[in-house]
C-alpha cells in the first residue's frame, strides 16, 4: 500500500507483550484512519461500562494515509480513549514531529492496553520497541521529562508525547503534550497515561513512507501552498489564531465571565497583534507547512514566560483570558505555560476557574476552600494559583481537578456548569452561531469547535460544493438561522470533518480556511494511487461518524445528553447581538432534524440498523442496547 504502513502495533503494559497485527487494504481503504480507524478498534477491543481509569481501557493513537506526506497539514494524529472527565468517547488530535515519526517507524496506529506495575514509558524506534523504566522521571514537569528521556535513550531527535504531574495525579483534563507546545489536551487522556503508570511514548523513526506519486505531489503541495496563503495562511502566519480576536467583540461574542457577558472592553490587550508586538520570539511550523501559526512567545517581569512552552492560542487566550475576567497578556501567557508544564487542558482549566470565580461570588466557595485565596474576576494571580492548586490537588483544586459537571454536584450549582456531556465548553459563542449550539449538543466528545467549520465560515461562494450537500442558498446558512436547510448544511460540514479527522489533516490547512477540497483529493490520489472519489472519501468519514454514536449508544448515552447549559437558551446580555440564543424548543426541533438527516431514531438518537447497513457497518449492531 501506498499512504499506509499496513501495520499496526499493540502493546500491554500489564505483561509487556508487544504484538505486530496487520492493518489489510480493504480495512485501510474503508476507515482511512484517524478517527474512524480508532473508533472500531475501541468498539472491538474494550467494554461497556469499563472504568476509565482502569486497566480495561485502551488508548488507540491513530495516523492516516496522509500524515508525514510533503505537504502542509500532514503532521497530525488522533489519539482515542474512553474519557475520564465523561466517561464516553475521548478524540484529540495532536500535531508535531511525533505523528511523522511515529508513522515513519513503519505503524499507522499504536494500541496500548493494560497497566504497567510500576511507571514505563514506550521506546519505538524504528523497528525496535522497548518499554522502560520511568521510576525516576515520573513526578517530573512535561519539559523535564521529555529532556531527561532524550538523554535517557541519547537521542535529541526522539520524538516525545509525555504527561505531567497532571496526568499522573489523574486530573481529569490533563493533557498529553507532544511537544512542549504540542498538546492533546481535551477529555483527560494524560489521566487515562497515568492510571496506566504510562509516562511518555519516545518514537524515532527513520524510514520513509510509500508516495504513490511524488512528483505530482511536489506539484501539489506547491499549489495548496499558494492557495492556503492566498487565505486564511497569510493571517495566521502573521498573528496566529489570535488574530480575529477584536472582530468576535464588535460583533458581540466574546466569552466573559463564565459565558455571562458576551463584550470585554480591554480586548485589545490580548489580541494577537498585541503578541506579535509585545511578546513573540519566534514562530513555530508543523513539517512542510509554511502557515507557521503557532507562537513563540518570552516575557520578563512579573510574570516571566519561558519560550519553550510554546505560546498561547485564540483558545488559551479566551479562556483563561476573558472567561476569567483576565486582560494581562504575560499573566495569560504565563497561564499557558504553567498548563503546558503541568500537563492540563488550557480550556477546562479556564472553564473550572470561571466557573469556581462564579461559585465564589455567590457564595457557594469561600476563603476557607482555598486556602485563603480570593477568587475574583479579572484577578491574573487567582488564576495562576488556581493553575498550581488544581495541578496539586490542593484545597478547592481537588474538586475543581474533576470538571466543572463533577464539581457542580457536588457543590449545587450545575447552573455555573459550562458543560455538555461533561465537557467544557469551547471559547466560540454559540447563541451566535446556531448550527454550533447545534453541534455543542450533538457531539460526541461534547462541546467541541472542531466537529464542523463555523457557522461564519460557510458564507460566500467558496464554500457552495453541492457534491458534499454544501448547496444551501447563503441566506439559509445565515449564523442566526436555524431552519431545516441550515441543518442540513450541518450535517454535510460535520461530515467533511469527520473526513479531515480519519484522513488526519489540519483543519487550518484546508477548506474553508485553506487550500480547496479539489486539491486535498488530488493529494489523496497523488499520496495513496487510490481513485477515490469525494463522495467515497465522505462516505468513510461518515463510518466515524456513526461508529462514535454507537461508542455513546453503548454507553448509556440518548438524546437526554445531547443539550445545552440552560444559560445558553438565554439571550446575549448586551452589545450588537444582545438576545441571540437558541430557545429549547428551538433546539430541539434542530435535533430531529439532524437525527433524521444522520439516520438516527427520534426517541434515542441512535443509529437504525438500516443506517449502520447502508455504510457497511453491519458488524456494529452487536453494541447497540435494545430499544
Known amino acids: ?109 499504536l494500541i496500548i492496553t493494560g497497566e504497567a506495575k510500576k511507571p514505563v514509558y514506550l521506546s519505538i524506534q524504528d523497528e525496535t520497541v522497548v518499554l522502560r523504566e520511568a521510576t525516576q522521571i515520573w513526578g517530573q514537569e512535561t519539559g523535564t521529562a521529555e529532556r531527561m528521556i532524550r538523554h535517557d535513550l541519547q537521542d535529541p531527535n526522539t520524538a516525545v508525547a509525555v504527561i505531567g504531574p497532571a496526568g499522573e495525579r489523574g486530573i481529569k483534563y490533563s493533557s498529553i503534550m507532544c511537544g512542549r507546545g504540542h498538546a492533546a489536551g481535551r477529555l483527560g487522556l494524560g489521566a487515562v497515561m497515568g492510571a496506566k503508570k504510562l509516562k511518555a511514548v519516545a518514537v524515532r523513526g527513520t524510514g520513509k513512507i510509500s508516495i504513490a506519486q511524488p512528483e505530482k505531489l511536489r506539484t501539489l503541495a506547491k499549489k495548496a501552498r499558494e492557495q492556503s496563503m492566498s487565505r486564511a495562511g497569510k493571517d495566521l502566519n502573521e498573528h496566529g489564531t489570535a488574530g480575529g480576536i477584536v472582530l468576535f467583540h464588535e460583533q458581540g461574542r466574546v466569552t466573559a465571565q463564565n459565558f455571562r457577558a458576551c463584550e470585554f472592553p480591554s480586548i485589545q490587550n490580548i489580541q494577537g497583534e498585541e503578541i506579535t508586538k509585545r511578546i513573540l520570539v519566534g514562530k513555530d511550523a ?83 476552600d482555598t486556602g ?165 472519501l465522505i462516505t468513510a468519514a461518515k463510518r466515524g461518524i456513526e461508529l462514535t454514536r454507537v461508542y455513546l449508544a453503548r454507553e448509556g448515552f440518548t438524546r437526554h445528553q445531547d443539550f445545552l447549559p440552560p444559560r445558553m437558551h438565554e439571550g446575549l446580555p448586551s452589545g450588537p447581538s444582545q438576545g441571540d440564543c437558541v430557545s429549547f424548543q428551538e433546539l430541539e426541533r434542530m435535533k430531529n432534524d439532524y437525527y433524521q438527516f444522520r439516520g438516527w431514531t427520534q426517541e434515542n438518537g441512535w443509529p437504525t440498523p438500516e443506517t449502520l447497513r447502508s455504510l457497511g457497518l453491519e458488524w456494529s449492531l452487536q453494541f447497540l442496547p435494545s430499544p
Open 286 to 368: 508543523c513539517y512542510a507547512c509554511s502557515v507557521a501559526c503557532k507562537r513563540v512567545v518570552r516575557a520578563e517581569g512579573r510574570f516571566s514566560v519561558d519560550p519553550a512552552y510554546g505560546g498561547p492560542e485564540y483558545e488559551t487566550i479566551m479562556s483563561l483570558g476573558p472567561l476569567c475576567g483576565v486582560d494581562d497578556l504575560e499573566a495569560i501567557a504565563k497561564a499557558n505555560e504553567l498548563c503546558n508544564r503541568f500537563g492540563i487542558d488550557t480550556i477546562s482549566t479556564g472553564a473550572v476557574i470561571a466557573f469556581a470565580m462564579e461559585c465564589y461570588e455567590k457564595g457557594y466557595i469561600s476563603d476557607r
Open 1 to 109: 500500500m501506498h499512504g499506509w504502513n499496513g501495520q499496526i502495533l499493540k502493546v500491554d503494559l500489564s505483561n509487556g507483550n508487544i504484538y505486530k497485527m496487520p492493518l489489510q487494504e480493504n480495512e485501510a481503504r474503508k476507515y482511512l484512519g484517524g478517527r474512524a480507524l480508532g473508533v472500531k478498534i475501541l468498539l472491538e477491543q474494550t467494554k461497556a461500562g469499563i472504568d476509565p481509569l482502569g486497566a480495561e481501557n485502551t488508548l488507540v493513537w491513530a495516523t492516516g494515509p496522509l500524515t508525514g506526506a510533503p505537504f502542509q497539514g500532514n503532521s497530525r494524529l488522533a489519539i482515542m480513549a474512553k474519557s475520564p472527565l465523561t466517561h464516553c468517547w475521548a478524540e484529540s488530535h495532536v500535531a508535531g514531529d511525533f505523528p511523522i515519526q511515529l508513522k515513519r517507524c513503519g505503524y499507522d496506529a
Open 372 to 536: 485563603g485565596l480570593p477568587l475574583l474576576w479579572g484577578s491574573a494571580d487567582a488564576v495562576l494559583s488556581m493553575i498550581e492548586m488544581i495541578a496539586d490537588r490542593r484545597h478547592i483544586g481537588d474538586l475543581l481537578s474533576k470538571g466543572t459537571r463533577a464539581a457542580a454536584a457536588e457543590l449545587g450549582t450545575p447552573q455555573f456548569a459550562m458543560q455538555v456531556k461533561g465537557l467544557e465548553l469551547a471559547m466560540h459563542e454559540p447563541r451566535w452561531k446556531k448550527g454550533l449550539s447545534l453541534l455543542y449538543a450533538v457531539a460526541a466528545r461534547g462541546a467541541t469547535h472542531m466537529d464542523a467549520p463555523a457557522d461564519d465560515w460557510l458564507l460566500g461562494e467558496e464554500a457552495m460544493i453541492p457534491e458534499i450537500g454544501l448547496d444551501a442558498e447563503m441566506q439559509a446558512r445565515d449564523p442566526h438561522n436555524s431552519n431545516r436547510e441550515k441543518v442540513r448544511t450541518i450535517v454535510a460540514a460535520q461530515n467533511l470533518y469527520s473526513l479531515y479527522d480519519s484522513l488526519v489533516i489540519c483543519k487550518y490547512a484546508a477548506f474553508p480556511l485553506g487550500f480547496t477540497l479539489d486539491t486535498l483529493v488530488e493529494i489523496f490520489h497523488a499520496v495513496t494511487g487510490w481513485d477515490a472519489s469525494i463522495e467515497e
